[in-house]
């Protein structure tokens, strides 16, 4: 299994709504990454997990909350968002250190009203 | 501050001809390479890396990439373009012993029929 699984696909949700995204992949990466990506622009860096730790904070505020289950698992639960949240998110994994890239999940587009 | 340089919003060419998509980079160290690939609504496909050796690096879809270190560049090469090589794509780094990837702004590549 090469892959990151994402769900859902699709996400709309009221600024008063609860809501997780999921990410899942079983390649054995010890490192995965949350990153928010606006139409046209490069993904930006949110989370890093490293070894199911939360090891980078890019200083996102605190309506974003993510989880680290299990070394397979990464959930981000979001509380309060504003529509300018409204985005694409990406998960992605890699090995740790070393010379590896990262392998990217379809993303979920999220539409805050 | 470290930081990558895609110079070009955007590259047209005709198809089955050759295409360049520039990126420089700044970065202490020799930091590792990548391209992605981003077609619309969807993550990001890995195209390739460097990470010592042949400056000449090849990759998927015919896709190659030349680094060159005395001008802190690697510029995405292919020798034929394909309509359906029209997408977004992003030049990579990643600093030794971190575990981010630092994104250059991304040039959409256009190939007209």
């Known amino acids: 299994d090469t892959e990151v699984t994402q769900t859902p696909k699709h996400l709309v949700m009221g600024m008063t709504n609860k809501k997780s995204l999921k990410c899942e992949q079983h390649?054995?990466?010890?490192?995965m990454y949350w990153y928010k990506q606006k139409a046209k622009k490069p993904p930006e860096l949110m989370f890093v997990y490293s070894y199911e730790k939360l090891s980078i904070n890019e200083s996102v505020p605190s309506r974003f909350s993510p989880e680290c289950p299990n070394s397979s698992l990464l959930n981000l639960h979001l509380h309060a968002l504003q529509p300018e949240d409204s985005a694409l998110y990406l998960c992605?994994?890699?090995?740790?250190?070393?010379?590896?890239?990262?392998?990217f999940g379809s993303g979920t587009r999220l539409t805050v009203v | 501050a470290q930081s990558v340089a895609q110079p070009e919003d955007q590259v047209n060419v005709a198809e089955g001809n050759p295409l360049t998509v520039k990126c420089t980079y700044s970065?202490?160290?020799?930091?590792?390479l990548f391209w992605y690939v981003q077609y619309p609504n969807r993550g990001l496909q890995f195209l390739l890396k460097y990470i010592t050796g042949d400056n000449l690096v090849k990759g998927s879809y015919g896709f190659e990439a030349e680094f060159n270190k005395s001008q802190t560049s690697f510029h995405l090469k292919k020798p034929s373009a394909l309509v359906s090589d029209s997408a977004l794509y992003f030049c990579a780094v990643r600093p030794l012993n971190t575990d981010k990837l630092i994104f250059g702004t991304g040039t959409r590549l256009q190939v007209f029929p």
């Open positions: 970065v202490s160290g020799n930091p590792y």
């Open positions: 992605a994994s890699s090995q740790l250190r070393g010379f590896y890239g990262y392998t």
């Open positions: 390649m054995g990466h010890r490192a």
